[in-house]
Structure formats: C-alpha cells, structure tokens
T-cell receptor, first 116, second 113 residues
Framework: KAGVTQTPRYLIKTRGQQVTLSCSPISGHRSVSWYQQTPGQGLQFLFEYFSETQRNKGNFPGRFSGRQFSNSRSEMNVSTLELGDSALYLC?????FGQGLGNTIYFGEGSWLTVV | AQSVTQLDSQVPVFEEAPVELRCNYSSSVSVYLFWYVQYPNQGLQLLLKYLSGSTLVKGINGFEAEFNKSQTSFHLRKPSVHISDTAEYFCAVSEVGNTPLVFGKGTRLSVIA
C-alpha cells in the first residue's frame, strides 16, 4: 500500500511569488492535514480537510490556504512568499476526520520550500 | 489549549544503553498522547499512542511509554538502543474531541558506538 505522497520534494522560490504543494493520501484515507516544520517553531498545524471541507485551521495568516478534491487529494497554496516561509511542509492523512478523536495520522516525507 | 514540553532537546547515549526521553503535557481535559520518530530527510512515523486503558504502551522498535496522569507525563523508554535509533523524537498531544495534534519541539537522540 503506497504511503502519503507529496510533490514536489524540493523547490526554491523568490520572495513575493506563490507556491502550490500537492499531497496524495494513503488509499482510502479521507482526512488530510498539513503541518509546517521549522527549526525555530517546530511542527505547527496549518489545517485539516475532510470531505473537501476545511474542518480545522491553525494560527497562520490568510496567505496560507488549501483545498481537498473529491478523490481526497489535497493542495496547499502560499501566496506572496516571505523568507520566513522557508520550511518543510508535511502532509498527513488518516482514515477518518479528527486527530482529536485519536485517529492515527500518517505523514509523507514532506516538501522542502526555500524562499530566497 | 493543550501544550507539550519535551524537557531535553538533545540526548546522547551509548549503544546498548537504556534511554528515556521525557515529555510533559498541559491540558484541562482528557487527552490522547503520541510519540513520533523522524529520521533524517523523512517524514514522521508513529512509534506508539495512548488512547485509554493500560498506562504502559508498547510500540514499534522496542520502545514503550508510560502515561502518568498525576504528573501529566508520557515518557518514552527503550532498554537498549541501537545506532539505528539515532533520530528526532516528537511527543504530541490532542485533547479528546475535535482538536488537532500539538507537537513538542522534539528531542534529538544520538546513539554513540
């Protein structure tokens, strides 16, 4: 069974540009979450999608957005990139909605974004 | 809101020695607790989780953790580490209900030959 797949794995963008990251969950998983990982802040929750609807959102500015498609695949977008957006962006999937319900989430290997 | 404190940012230990990675959490309601491991240039992998029941939880790769409600702790232990255990370990908590996981800052375990 294939794991969570994230593309691209590495990318470099310039300040002010926008970026779209893609995530394919494990087959059969209906919930997708996104996290940002940086050395200073650690792992921070961005948002969780289930059935194409955003169910939870972390404390990030509106430049960070996402969506989920009917096949559960998800994308996240960051507009007007800033240097501080350089990070590893991790996608995770679970069978059902609700990390707070004890569902195990499975992480992809992440997308490394560098903003110059 | 819940929070997690991993008390040690780095833990060096000799191969075949025991190790304990400490985790304390703060929450006013019931919680679920998790330990994840991250190997270099990889995503996070679940080691074990506590949902309810026995406070001693066994996970993969010989790791175990004990939930202590009175001390609000969930320390991770392994009786004998291997070089391959070198990685970053994250403790995470979610409040029972509809809240996402909150992660600690991580503990870097370095196993020395």
């Amino acid at each position: 069974k294939a794991g969570v797949t994230q593309t691209p794995r590495y990318l470099i963008k310039t300040r002010g540009q926008q970026v779209t990251l893609s995530c394919s969950p494990i087959s059969g998983h209906r919930s997708v979450s996104w996290y940002q990982q940086t050395p200073g802040q650690g792992l921070q929750f961005l948002f969780e999608y289930f059935s194409e609807t955003q169910r939870n959102k972390g404390n990030f500015p509106g430049r960070f957005s996402g969506r989920q498609f009917s096949n559960s695949r998800s994308e996240m977008n960051v507009s007007t990139l800033e240097l501080g957006d350089s990070a590893l962006y991790l996608c995770a999937s679970s069978l059902e909605f609700g990390q707070g319900l004890g569902n195990t989430i499975y992480f992809g290997e992440g997308s490394w974004l560098t903003v110059v | 809101a819940q929070s997690v404190t991993q008390l040690d940012s780095q833990v060096p230990v000799f191969e075949e020695a025991p190790v304990e990675l400490r985790c304390n959490y703060s929450s006013s309601v019931s919680v679920y607790l998790f330990w994840y491991v991250q190997y270099p240039n990889q995503g996070l992998q679940l080691l074990l989780k506590y949902l309810s029941g026995s406070t001693l939880v066994k996970g993969i790769n010989g790791f175990e953790a004990e939930f202590n409600k009175s001390q609000t702790s969930f320390h991770l232990r392994k009786p004998s580490v291997h070089i391959s255990d070198t990685a970053e370990y994250f403790c995470a908590v979610s409040e029972v209900g509809n809240t996402p996981l909150v992660f600690g800052k991580g503990t870097r375990l370095s196993v020395i030959a």
